[in-house]
Every structure is written in C-alpha cells, then in structure tokens.
C-alpha cells in the first residue's frame, strides 16, 4: 500500500522519499530508504520528516520488539520458550509530537474490532490530520492481497467510505483526500 501511494504522490508531481521495510515489490520511485528493522524505520522518518510538507506512515511496525535477537538460530531443546518483548518506538506519535503547523501527517490504523472507536483514538492520541482504517474483517482488505478497502477519518470526524478497489485505485482515493484536506 506504501508503495502505490508513493508512486501516486510521484505521478502527481511530488518529490517523494519512500522508507521501506524488507519487500519484493518494485517500485519506481527514486529516493529509497531501504530499512531492516523497526528502529531503523523510527531513524529513517524521524531524520526524513524534518524536510517533509506531507508524511503518509502506512507500515504495520509491530507493536513489540524483542529484548535481546538472537544472532543465530535458536535450537529447539525445551517443550516451552519464551521471549521478552519491550514497547517498539512509535513512529507514528514521535512525528505528531514533532509537526509544524505546516506538516500534513497521516496514519493508518489496521484493526480487528472497534475500528471506528480505535482509529479516531488513533488520529487524536498521535495528533495525525488524517486516519486510513483497514478492517481485517472487511474481504479484500489487509496483507498479501492486490485490493483493499479503506475508510478515511479527518481531524473533525468526518468519515469518507470507499468500496474494495485495487491497491493502485485505493492510493488515488487516499491521495484526492489528502489534497483535499491539506488545502481546506
């Protein structure tokens, strides 16, 4: 989804930095940061924001990291095994923290239950402009998939519904709304 909408922003005459995470997906767009792990992505955007008039933050960087990785394999030897997990850096509230009045920052909110209530806590709680829920319930939306479906929250609440589309069509749809609420 990251990409389309990078390449969207492009088509549209936008000097675009993508920060990407391991992907297979090509794109087109010239300024890449490739990034491995979700501390590198925090660095990334955090260094990249400063300079940046639109922040679209659409990675699902998990919620935890593990203590300690391993740095190789861990073999198989007890019946149970257990893993300490610290909060991950989020890159999501750092950059709302750090807005200027003249920054447009959009979020995504990928949720299973309470979708509204959780998205709109979201967009308030990480002081983004916007919000892009994803429904896993809703057929079509989520990983893996060539389409998505998407529903689009403003600062005033107000919600903008868009049926199940092809990734490329759902980037156009988030980025009319974003001009749309960037120039209002």
Known sequence: MGIAIAEEMSKRGA????????????TNIPNVIKVKSANEMYNACITAFENTDIAVMSAAVADYTPVTAANEKIKKKDDTFT?????TKDILKSLGQA???NQFLVGFALET?????YALGKLKAKNADMIVLNSLNDKGAGFGLNTNKITIF???QNEYSFETKSKKDVATDIVNTIIKLSNA
């Open 113 to 117: 239950n309470n979708e509204k209530e």
């Open 15 to 26: 000097d675009v930095t993508l920060v990407i995470g391991p992907s297979s997906e090509k």
């Open 99 to 101: 807005k200027k009045s």
């Open 154 to 156: 403003d600062k005033q």
């Open 83 to 87: 893993i300490e997990l610290t909060k």
